[in-house]
Every structure is written in C-alpha cells, then in structure tokens.
C-alpha cells in the first residue's frame, strides 16, 4: 500500500465509454474543470455488480453531488472490461468514471492486490485521496486501507471538510 505524502503513480486506463483517462491529464488540467477539481479520489473495487462493490459505488453515488461540490473527481478502478463497467454504471445510475485494468498493471502499482486468504490475488477494496492542485498536486494526501463499502463516501467527505 502507499503512504500519504508519495507521488501517485500514473496510469492510462480505459472508462465504461472507451475513453482513456491518465492521472497526470487530470491533474495537469484540474483548474481548467468546472467546477474546480481539488482532489482526486482513485478507489479500487474487486468486481462489478457484487453486493460489497455495488454497495460501495451506490454509496459513492448518493454522495456524489458532495464530492463534486468539494472538488473531487472520482475514479472507480477494477480489472473488469469496459463492457462491463458500462452495463454495472447503467444500471446503477453511477454518475462517476469506471477505470478498466484488465491486467492488473494500475492496480498492482498502489498496491491493491490481496495478499492473503482466499481472495489471494485479487484487487483489495482500498483507496487513495490525491491532491489534484497546488504544491503536492499528483501526491496521495490520505490513503485508505481498509474500507467499509457502507461508510466509505462518509468517511472521506469527512476528512476532506477537515484539510
């Protein structure tokens, strides 16, 4: 796992629509979104349309307007193809971009591979807070262990209220 203060690692993955997405783009044109992206928040889900991960990014989605209005871009990262994260965004409504990482190469980089257990192998349920500007923008400011998919949303919108 990475630790608060380091450089998040780049990656260029595709969306549930195709689209590629980098984290240095996103960081490079934060002040250019509107509203203003102040962080980035990359979280890493084992598979779509399983009751943790839907709860998870339903949770995600009932708080999305407060992450919007506190600047955070949200990015939902898990090995799934783009088919997949299309059909799970549809029928959840999910207002937030779906990363494709059918190799594990992002995933394997912020270290949310399973280490232990029966899922051994398999993509942890962590996430990261990444400071999208000013003078550590592209740094992880908060990283998140363990999560708890039903509080999660909560939990972050909390500590970003306190930076």
């Not at 689209?19 to 992206?37: C, D, F, G, Q, R």
């Not at 190799?103 to 912020?110: D, G, L, P, Q």
Request: glycine fraction near 8%; hydrophobic fraction near 40%; include cysteine.
């Amino acid at each position: 796992m990475l630790k608060h203060g380091t450089k998040a690692p780049d990656f260029n993955l595709p969306d549930q629509n195709g689209a590629m997405h980098s984290l240095a783009w996103h960081v490079a044109n934060a002040t250019k979104e509107v509203p203003l992206i102040k962080y980035i928040l990359v979280y890493f889900y084992p598979k779509d349309d399983t009751p943790g991960c839907t709860q998870e990014a339903c949770v995600i989605r009932e708080a999305y307007t407060d992450f919007a209005t506190a600047g955070v871009k949200v990015f939902g990262i898990s090995k799934d193809s783009p088919e997949s994260h299309k059909k799970f965004a549809e029928k959840y409504s999910l207002p937030f971009t779906l990363l494709s990482d059918p190799e594990k190469v992002t995933i394997k980089a912020y270290g949310a591979i399973r280490e232990s257990g029966y899922f051994r192998g398999g993509t942890a349920r962590i996430s990261y807070l990444i400071a999208a500007i000013g003078p550590n923008a592209g740094n992880i400011i908060k990283a998140y262990p363990k999560v708890d998919p039903a509080s999660h949303a909560g939990e972050i919108l909390k500590d970003i209220s306190a930076l």
